[in-house]
């Protein structure tokens, strides 16, 4: 198998800790191992890359290495917060997700992986009341449009804490109704990254919002709200 090599440069990539390779091995295995795993890429070979290369190249943005608390939100099989909890030890890490099945996974995983800084929270990021206003740092992956993200991210962020959200290829209407949505939220979009985890993802890019400003007490509201009726509509609506 390529896993293992490509498991040691990504430690050298990032500096990891000395725990790492084997940490990161466990979390590969439990893919491989388990049919009924979330996902869909489960071969060692690949998982290298499509989870493990493509969570851990938010290490390439300080405000990722300076957090000290982090949700990740619908996090699925664990990512991108699980390789972020084995390269920031030091950083509390929440996995927020709804379905129980995935949490199970989450949990079994983390186990495996003997992380002690992992918390599975089984909930939708809007009905996360203990979460509001506790992180300095939010991720997201293939989770939703970033104006939604925006909204589920601003109310659990402390102030100048920040959204980091993977996304491929930049699309000009998503980024201009994230904008509007960071708007109404406290949010400002500080930058957009092009990054290159692996061969193949040239089109990857990290969205960066902060929060500036206090969110809206209206915010969170219930779940399903942010989908439905997303808040760049009433903006565009209101011109």
């Known amino acids: 198998m390529k896993s293992g090599s490509e498991l040691g440069l990504l430690v050298e990539r990032y500096a990891l800790p000395d725990a790492a390779v084997r940490q990161l091995s466990a979390l590969l295995d439990a893919l491989a191992r388990d049919p009924h795993a979330p996902t869909t890429v489960r071969e060692p070979d690949q998982a290298v890359h499509t989870h493990l290369a493509d969570s851990l190249v938010a290490l390439e943005l300080a405000c990722v290495h300076a957090a ?20 920031l030890p030091a950083a509390r890490v929440a996995l927020v997700e709804s379905a129980v ?22 909930e939708r990021a809007e009905a996360w009341n203990a979460g509001i206003g506790t992180r ?20 659990l962020l402390r102030e100048r804490g920040v959204l980091v959200a993977w996304k491929g ?7 201009r109704d994230a904008a509007a949505a960071a708007d109404a939220l ?24 902060r929060k500036v400003a206090p969110t809206p007490e209206r915010f969170p509201r219930r779940p399903g ?13 209101s011109l």
């Open 186 to 209: 406290g949010l400002v979009v500080e930058e957009v990254q092009p990054v290159h985890p692996y061969p193949g993802a040239e089109h990857r890019h990290l969205h960066v919002l």
């Open 101 to 122: 099945r995935k949490c199970a996974f989450i949990r079994a995983t983390a186990e495996a992986a003997g992380l002690r800084n992992v918390e599975v929270v089984a």
């Open 68 to 87: 000290g608390s982090i949700a990740d939100l619908g996090a699925g099989a664990g990512f991108p917060g699980l390789p972020l909890a084995i390269a």
């Open 169 to 175: 290829r930049r699309d000009t209407q998503e980024e």
């Open 225 to 237: 709200m942010a989908r439905k009726r997303p808040l760049h509509a009433k903006s565009q609506h």
């Open 136 to 155: 300095d740092l939010v991720t997201a992956r293939a989770l939703a449009p970033l104006a939604v993200l925006a909204e589920y991210a601003a109310p």
